[in-house]
């Protein structure tokens, strides 16, 4: 019984590790069609419920294809250098570059840009299912690389004695503050280069890495271990945690880091679509047949067997 008790928990905290957390890959992919143009807006509205629903599938897709842990991060401490060599579409990679030691760094820059011509095609055929799924994925995959604690291979603190710190940041904040951020991020912009495009959304996330570490060692500084953690109720279940009062200390000390970073995935979602709806030639969306969610869009969440970097 003690035993199944610790599996349950650690599926849960598992569980409570995706990336951005269910709460925020919805919040930031429901947001972009509020910015979107007359053109493009209705159809996207008419679908918000699949395109909230679908944002976290990315996340699912994990626990059964071990080739989806990869896409959601690149740990841009383990480059020894970046050169502009990396700076192109995954098909145009050098070839002398091992695939395999990408992979295992993380492609998060390339997902996005493959994610792109994904979507530019379903605009191009028309197709809305097709649509709805690759936007939905985009939004996810673009999200994960405003996350700064994506782009290291210290992503939960394991490596600098703070263990905890990546739901920490992008799942108990948002889940508490969100309500609180100003999310209309205004018109997109058209992106003429996505894979360069990606790689400053990772860079800028990288530069931040700092601060998300370093502040959480301060607040920590300044408070006794039994302040910092506290038993705190998740998923109906009672789990020790950064307390309440660390998270609203930790939250004021990043100064607006973590709405900033979510204004930015929107924008950058945003700016995506639209710039795919522009690239397949602007089709004509309002005729097109209403979209379902049928089975093979909705993957069922097997939370047990999660495959590659919890993340
Ligand atoms: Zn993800």
Known sequence: MKM?????????????????????????NKHPTYSLPADLAPFFIKQLYAITEKAINADKRVYINSAESTRHFIDLDRYEQLSDSL??????????????????????????????????????????????????????????????LHTTSNYNGQLSGQV??????????PERFM???????????????VVE????????????????????KKVSASMSHRMKKSYVLRNNILMLNYSDEFCERYHEALNGMVERRIRKAIHA?????????????????SKLAPFEINKKDSIPYQRLSRKGREE
């Open 4 to 28: 199944l008790f610790a599996a349950v928990l650690l599926i849960i905290f598992a569980a409570s590790l995706q990336s951005w957390g269910f709460f925020a890959h919805r919040t930031i």
């Open 87 to 148: 700076v192109v579409p995954w098909f145009k990679l050098n070839k002398r570059l091992r695939q395999h030691d990408i992979l295992k760094r993380g492609i998060v820059p390339w997902q996005i840009d493959l994610t792109y011509r994904k979507l530019l095609k379903a605009f191009h055929q028309k197709n809305a299912q097709a649509i709805i799924r690759h936007a939905a994925d985009l939004g996810h995959y673009a999200s994960d690389a405003h996350v700064p």
């Open 164 to 173: 905890g710190i990546h739901a920490l940041w992008e799942t108990r904040l």
């Open 179 to 193: 309500h609180s951020y100003d999310l209309y991020v205004g018109k997109p912009v058209y992106i003429d280069n």
């Open 197 to 216: 495009f990606a790689w400053n959304a990772v860079h800028e996330s990288h530069a931040l890495l700092d601060s998300v570490f370093d502040l959480e």
């Open 269 to 285: 979602t945003a700016s995506l679509w639209y710039s795919a709806w522009i690239d397949a030639g602007q089709p004509g969306l």
